[in-house]
């Protein structure tokens, strides 16, 4: 049972280039999340999405967008990377449907930015 | 954006001793999730609590709802070195599409064998 599975792992991009993190649950949940988890800052959220079909933004969604491909998968794109975007990045899902949902996470994408 | 005041933000204990951290906020919170994250790893659910003063064991690890809905505590029994990581509590507030988790800054726990 592989739970939240995040791809790739590690990744080095130079300013400006683009990349697209990969995520998919195979929990059924009908929601899924970005965060990002820099020293001192905890964990923060980039984009949600509720339900297939629908997204959201979070606390620092500025210099992402993302894609709920379908129920299993969603994506998180970087258009043009900044230094400011080197972090680790967990993609995390749970059922949505109530407050009695905990999240279960991916083992996170660390990326630098140069 | 709001944040949970999680203490302390770090330990370092001998193997054997007790642990406890909290977390505690000026608003109430429908429910109270703790996290243990491991190195090179994602966040793992530890215990989570759903009503106010709900006192809750999972192994060495004990974690409580405050009666007053605006804080929790875990405690770890006996640590042992696999117990190193950062703990965070995490909060939710509201329901269905207005859901909100907000998180603790983590508490960062070393054991000295």
């Known amino acids: 049972n592989a739970g939240v599975t995040q791809t790739p792992k590690f990744q080095v991009l130079k300013t400006g280039q683009s990349m697209t993190l990969q995520c998919a649950q195979d929990?059924?949940?009908?929601?899924m999340y970005w965060y990002r988890q820099d020293p001192g800052m905890g964990l923060r959220l980039i984009y949600y999405?509720?339900?297939?079909?629908?997204?959201d933004k979070g606390e620092v969604p500025n210099g992402y967008n993302v894609s709920r491909l379908n129920k299993r998968e969603f994506s998180l794109r970087l258009e043009s990377a900044a230094p400011s975007q080197t972090s680790v990045y967990f993609c995390?899902?749970?059922?949505?449907?109530?407050?009695?949902?905990?999240?279960?996470f991916g083992n996170g994408t660390r990326l630098t930015v140069t | 954006g709001q944040q949970l005041n999680q203490s302390p933000q770090s330990m370092f204990i001998q193997e054997g001793e007790d642990v406890s951290m909290n977390c505690t906020s000026s608003?109430?919170?429908?429910?109270w999730l703790w996290y243990k994250q491991d190195p090179g790893e994602g966040p793992v659910l530890l215990i989570a609590?759903?009503?106010a003063g709900e006192l809750t064991s999972n192994g060495r690890l004990t974690a409580q709802f405050g009666i007053t809905r605006k804080d929790s505590f875990l405690n770890i029994s006996a640590s042992i070195p696999s117990d190193v990581g950062i703990y965070f509590c995490?909060?939710?507030?509201?329901?269905?599409?207005?859901?909100?988790?907000?998180w603790g800054l983590g508490t960062s726990l070393a054991v000295n064998p």
């Open positions: 609590l759903y009503k």
């Open positions: 929990m059924n949940h009908n929601s």
């Open positions: 608003s109430i919170f429908n429910t």
């Open positions: 995390a899902a749970d059922t949505g449907s109530s407050y009695n949902s905990p999240l279960h």
């Open positions: 999405s509720a339900s297939e079909g629908t997204t």
């Open positions: 995490a909060g939710t507030q509201g329901a269905g599409n207005n859901r909100k988790l907000i």
